[in-house]
């Protein structure tokens, strides 16, 4: 079946160093969308790219889509300890199937 | 305010114990999910629907069941036949399927 692998599992940073994940998949996408949970939380919608080689920034956050439309990242610029957290992308593969397929997320620490 | 109400928080189910977890939703959102996290992990889908009155299976659907009888509640049952239920439940809601999606708070279902 399709998948969305996204690395890496964990990452840790100290405040103020940069942090990437990035997502992939085998086949050419409809859409990607970018995904926040907080501990303990739930996720929360960041973003969605539609178009080859979009790029989308949200402050410190810059959310890429490949050109072939199978891989995506999200780059935070300067951590802060407000960023800790486990962030998903997740697949879009449109037609008639209804449902995103998520990757396993990334979680972020951010030491002090 | 709109959004997606998930109860109880915390549930604990007995052995051989059938028990339903709630999700609604006042978003006016035609699809709905559920998914299972278990620590450390991705989303991984049970069941969605893309319209009342209809549903299809995700990827680990065994062990549980759902009605969509109403646009705003999608129940998830657990059953006796889940045999390791014990995880963190998460209910979303989106206007049409591949559209972002907003999750309810969740509920920690743990075995007596």
């Known amino acids: 079946g399709q998948q969305v692998m996204q690395i890496p599992q964990y990452q840790h940073v100290q405040e103020g160093e940069d942090f990437t994940t990035y997502c992939n998949s085998s086949?050419?996408?409809?859409?990607i969308q970018w995904y926040k949970q907080r501990p303990g939380g739930h996720p929360v919608f960041l973003i969605q790219?539609?178009?080859?080689?979009e790029v989308k920034k949200q402050k410190r956050l810059t959310f890429q889509f490949g050109e072939a439309k199978k891989n995506s990242s999200l780059h935070i610029t300067a951590t802060q300890t407000t960023d800790v957290g486990t962030y998903f992308c997740?697949?879009?593969?449109?037609?008639?199937?209804?449902?995103?397929?998520f990757g396993k997320g990334t979680k972020l620490s951010v030491k002090p | 305010d709109g959004g997606i109400t998930q109860s109880p928080k915390y549930l604990f189910r007995k052995e051989g114990q059938n028990v339903t977890l709630s999700c609604e939703q006042n978003?006016?959102?035609?699809?709905m999910y559920w998914y299972r996290q278990d620590p450390g992990q991705g989303l991984r889908l049970i069941y969605y629907?893309?319209?009342?009155?209809?549903?299809q299976k995700g990827d680990i659907a065994e062990g549980y069941s759902v009605s969509r009888e109403k646009k705003e509640s999608f129940p998830l049952t657990v059953t006796s036949a889940q045999k390791n239920p014990t995880a963190f439940y998460l209910c979303?809601?989106?206007?049409?399927?591949?559209?972002?999606?907003?999750f309810g708070d969740g509920t920690r279902l743990s075995i007596l």
């Open positions: 979303a809601s989106s206007g049409r399927s591949h559209q972002p999606q907003h």
């Open positions: 086949t050419t996408l409809s859409n």
């Open positions: 790219l539609v178009k080859s080689g």
């Open positions: 997740a697949g879009n593969y449109g037609g008639s199937q209804g449902n995103l397929i």
């Open positions: 978003l006016n959102h035609d699809a």
């Open positions: 629907s893309q319209i009342v009155n209809d549903f």
